[in-house]
């Protein structure tokens, strides 16, 4: 059975994913040793403590998130974030930085420690550089991987993976998106948010609504069209004189198609994007996916009926994806 791992991004999103069926949550503490350092999201020393007894009570474990890369002057403030962790009794650490790592190995050797996507480990010789200087039991793919090489990895991986099953993508290396630091001033991986909430304006204009990143134009839509939130990799503009998704379609990405070829590659967990999405979103995806896991490896459901029963679940996941449509991604890229 693989793990189903789920976003939290508050109290409210974390009993959302509890109650509809998550196997473990995922969340962060409210400051940038996260990478959803968003305003409202994250939770306080109290908050923890109350999310994880709600958790715990229910036979779920909770992760804790410091997966940003600390600020050279400001090391002390990611290190405290580690004991701070350990002292919740976390289940898990999700960690990038070589440095944490050393230090929470050092100090917290019976804390699990976990490899982050912000990591970008795509390959044999990194995860046992990280299995055999850390101890790290678990590694978080990239979602740059085919299913090819996914299946090539866990074959032989020195510790379980996790993937990414549902949620937003991005065209840059994990973590490593120059559009958004040149834009706003502020780094992904440091800051712990693409495309900070002060950066954002929406302008009625006569022409549309228009959106802005720090005062650069991201898109403008027509009246009774949907707006995404202004990320400029997923902003339309205006090459050779044709106006488009230049870098990357607003999508999401949903492997509910690939769940046979994920358990039979021995791929561990599966994670869903989304601590910055509502507890509605949190709720209705977890749900979908608890029950596309349960039919598969509980019912031991026959193809046709898990075909029938996709296509429900599909369009239900299809609700909450950017720009409601969804993609396979990395994972069918067939000439990888």
């Not at 109290?11 to 509890?18: E, I, Q």
């Not at 289940?91 to 912000?118: N, T």
């Not at 358990?263 to 749900?287: L, M």
């Not at 896991?293 to 429900?312: A, N, Q």
């Amino acid at each position: 059975m693989m793990e189903l791992v789920c976003p939290a991004g508050n109290f409210t999103s974390l009993k959302a994913a509890v109650d509809n069926g998550a196997d473990a949550v995922y969340m962060g503490f409210n400051d940038h040793t996260n990478a959803r350092s968003f305003s409202g999201l994250n939770f306080s020393d109290k908050q923890v403590d109350k999310a994880i007894d709600y958790a715990r009570s229910r036979g779920k474990r909770v992760f804790v998130a410091i997966n940003t890369y600390p600020h050279p002057a400001r090391l002390a403030t990611w290190e405290a974030a580690v004991d701070r962790a350990a002292a919740h009794r976390a289940d898990a650490l999700i960690l990038a930085d070589l440095g944490l790592m050393a230090y929470a190995a050092e100090r917290h050797p019976l804390l699990p420690l976990h490899l982050s996507v912000q990591a970008s480990a795509t390959n044999l010789e990194a995860l046992r550089f990280y299995t055999q200087n850390f101890g790290v039991r678990r590694a978080v793919l990239p979602r740059v991987l085919s299913m090819k090489q996914v299946a090539q990895l866990a074959a032989a991986a020195p510790c379980d993976l996790e993937v990414f099953g549902f949620g937003s993508l991005c065209i840059m290396a994990e973590g490593r998106c120059h559009l958004s630091s040149y834009v706003t001033g502020e780094s992904p991986n440091i800051a712990g948010v693409c495309s900070p909430a002060k950066a954002v304006e929406w302008r009625e204009t006569p022409q549309g609504l228009q959106t802005r990143l720090n005062g650069v134009l991201v898109d403008h839509y027509a009246a009774g069209e949907n707006a995404s939130y202004p990320t400029l990799c997923k902003g339309r503009f205006v090459v050779d004189g044709r106006r488009s998704h230049a870098l990357e379609e607003p999508t999401s990405l949903n492997t509910l198609a690939l769940i046979p070829e994920l358990a039979a590659c021995g791929v561990k967990a599966i994670k869903i994007e989304g601590r910055q999405r509502s507890p509605a979103y949190v709720a209705q995806v977890v749900a979908t996916w608890r029950s596309a896991l349960d039919e598969y490896f509980i019912h031991h459901s026959d193809g046709v009926t898990l075909d029938r029963k996709r296509r429900e679940w599909d369009s239900s996941l299809r609700k909450h994806a950017e720009g409601v449509q969804t993609t396979l991604g990395a994972y069918d890229r067939v000439w990888q």
